[in-house]
């Protein structure tokens, strides 16, 4: 069962890695700005968000008394600054619009909604209910990412805020459904926050297992 487990996973990810690459070919064919963009801009954010998680780390009560906690600290707020100022910058030139913005949002968001149809359909492990729930998730937000490429066709420039405020939307449902898709493989629920906390440390760098006992162990993968 397990190797079962572990062949559907790695099934999945590869087919997200070939939508992955067939999508960033697609994206340098139709959008040469955002594609030139997105080398800069998608390593930013990456690095805003690690910053917030070394401050995090940093300000954990289990590392307290660690003598890293302040440099990662100091490190995190540092990484913060420097992806805020440097994408301010990336942002703010003449020839970055409105519509740029979305279409580099749209984007990753677009895959997020694929990658829920594919974990959805190839991974057994989850529950039934769940996985459709993801499924029927990631077609909507297919959707809604085409219109917000499609904006300056289908939409008045006046109604740019509408697609901002659906993808914002989108984001948020994907990540509620992708947390509740995670964790019934562990028959928890999402409406406890201390289990929506443990759908973090399944996307991180942590290995997770249920014990002889039948308790959820948390190992950190070196």
Same mark, same amino acid.
């Given at each position: 069962?397990?190797?079962?487990?572990?062949?559907?996973?790695?099934?999945?990810?590869?087919?997200?890695?070939?939508?992955?690459?067939?999508?960033?070919?697609? +994206?340098?064919?139709?959008?040469?700005?955002?594609?030139?963009?997105?080398?800069?801009?998608?390593?930013?954010?990456?690095?805003?968000?690690?910053?917030?998680?070394?401050?995090?780390?940093?300000?954990?009560?289990?590392?307290?008394?660690?003598?890293?906690? =302040?440099?990662?600290?100091?490190?995190?707020?540092?990484?913060?600054?420097?992806?805020?100022? *440097?994408?301010?910058?990336?942002?703010?030139?003449?020839?970055?619009?409105?519509?740029?913005?979305?279409? =580099?949002?749209?984007?990753?968001?677009?895959?997020?909604?694929?990658?829920?149809?594919?974990?959805?359909?190839?991974?057994?492990?989850?529950?039934?209910?769940?996985?459709?729930?993801?499924?029927?998730?990631?077609?909507?937000?297919?959707?809604?990412?085409?219109?917000?490429?499609?904006?300056?066709? *289908?939409?008045?420039?006046? +109604?740019?805020?509408?697609?901002?405020?659906?993808?914002?939307?989108?984001?948020?449902?994907?990540?509620?459904?992708?947390?509740?898709?995670?964790?019934?493989?562990?028959?928890?629920? =999402?409406?406890?926050?201390?289990?929506?906390?443990?759908?973090?440390? *399944?996307?991180?760098?942590?290995?997770?297992?249920?014990?002889?006992?039948?308790? *959820?162990?948390?190992?950190?993968?070196?």
């Amino acid at each position: 069962m397990i190797d079962l487990i572990h062949k559907d996973k790695i099934r999945a990810d590869n087919y997200i890695s070939v939508v992955i690459i067939v999508s960033l070919l697609y +994206f340098v064919l139709f959008f040469r700005l955002e594609a030139l963009m997105l080398v800069l801009v998608y390593p930013l954010v990456a690095l805003f968000f690690y910053g917030i998680i070394k401050i995090i780390n940093g300000s954990n009560k289990r590392n307290r008394g660690n003598d890293r906690n =302040l440099n990662r600290i100091l490190f995190g707020v540092l990484s913060i600054i420097f992806a805020v100022l *440097i994408l301010m910058y990336i942002l703010r030139q003449p020839n970055v619009t409105v519509q740029t913005i979305i279409n =580099l949002t749209a984007f990753p968001l677009m895959i997020v909604g694929i990658a829920g149809i594919v974990k959805g359909s190839v991974i057994k492990i989850y529950s039934i209910k769940y996985c459709i729930v993801n499924i029927i998730i990631g077609i909507m937000t297919i959707v809604v990412c085409i219109l917000a490429f499609l904006s300056p066709v *289908i939409i008045p420039q006046d +109604f740019i805020l509408i697609h901002t405020i659906s993808l914002s939307i989108t984001l948020l449902v994907n990540i509620l459904g992708r947390a509740a898709l995670y964790l019934s493989e562990f028959g928890l629920s =999402l409406l406890y926050i201390r289990n929506f906390i443990l759908f973090f440390y *399944i996307i991180s760098d942590y290995f997770i297992f249920v014990n002889h006992e039948g308790n *959820i162990i948390l190992d950190k993968i070196k």
